[in-house]
């Protein structure tokens, strides 16, 4: 079944020390996004990618990287978590040839900052 | 910025009751979209319905759009235990291409 693959479900990383969330699909859809999503909030988008074309939210922090070596994978690199980087990660995918930006998430990754 | 506001922000009903959610916007939008989220995962996308539609079904789901009024409203008829999780609208405007999501709407159905 085509999907939205995120790995690791779960990552447990160190303030300060770098950690890189991963993305894949299946769908060979053309957009890539990245969201984060805290307890009982709505996801906010971070950046995404159209095709290779990077598109950063205007309040992203600089500490939150994106890359997307091909299609299929994208990567979130947090150069030096801190406490408040703790959330759930989402990446979702869409097809922005049928404009609708009808999205498809993969199952997240939460993120704890020790 | 949040695009879309909903209320109520929880709602607890027993199973068999209808659970109705309404989302709020305030821009122009191409289309509105909502989306279930069971706790700890991913998004599921439920039903999209475009600007120039007033309503829309799927299954025991039944949306409509009032451009008008800026509004929308999400209906889930003869709810079940397995129907408990957050909904949030999300609308998508072509001229930034972005879909904003609103704050959500936690439901329980209790069995």
């Known amino acids: 079944d085509a999907m939205v693959i995120q790995n690791p479900r779960y990552q447990v990383t160190q303030f300060g020390k770098p950690v890189t969330l991963s993305c894949s699909q299946t769908l060979n859809h053309n957009v890539m996004y990245w969201y984060q999503q805290k307890s009982s909030q709505a996801p906010k988008l971070l950046f995404h990618y159209y095709d290779k074309d990077f598109n950063n939210e205007a309040d992203t922090p600089d500490n939150f990287q994106s890359r997307r070596p091909n299609t299929s994978f994208c990567f979130l690199d947090i150069r030096s978590p801190g406490l408040g980087d703790a959330a759930m990660y989402l990446c979702?995918?869409?097809?922005?040839?049928?404009?609708?930006?009808?999205?498809?998430f993969g199952p997240g990754t939460r993120l704890t900052v020790l | 910025s949040q695009q879309g506001e909903e209320d109520p922000q929880a709602l607890s009903i027993q199973e068999g009751e209808n659970a109705t959610m309404n989302c709020s916007y305030k821009?122009?939008?191409?289309?509105l979209q909502w989306y279930r989220q069971n706790s700890g995962r991913g998004l599921v996308h439920l039903i999209l319905i475009r600007s120039n539609e007033r309503e829309k079904h799927s299954g025991r789901l039944r949306v409509t759009l009032d451009t008008s009024k800026k509004s929308s409203s999400l209906l889930i008829t003869a709810s079940r235990a397995a129907d408990t999780a957050s909904y949030f609208c999300?609308?998508?405007?072509?001229?930034?291409?972005?879909?904003?999501f609103g704050a959500g709407t936690r439901l329980f159905v209790k069995a």
């Open positions: 979702a995918t869409s097809d922005r040839d049928r404009e609708e930006d009808e999205q498809f």
């Open positions: 821009t122009s939008i191409n289309n």
């Open positions: 999300a609308t998508f405007n072509t001229g930034g291409f972005k879909t904003i």
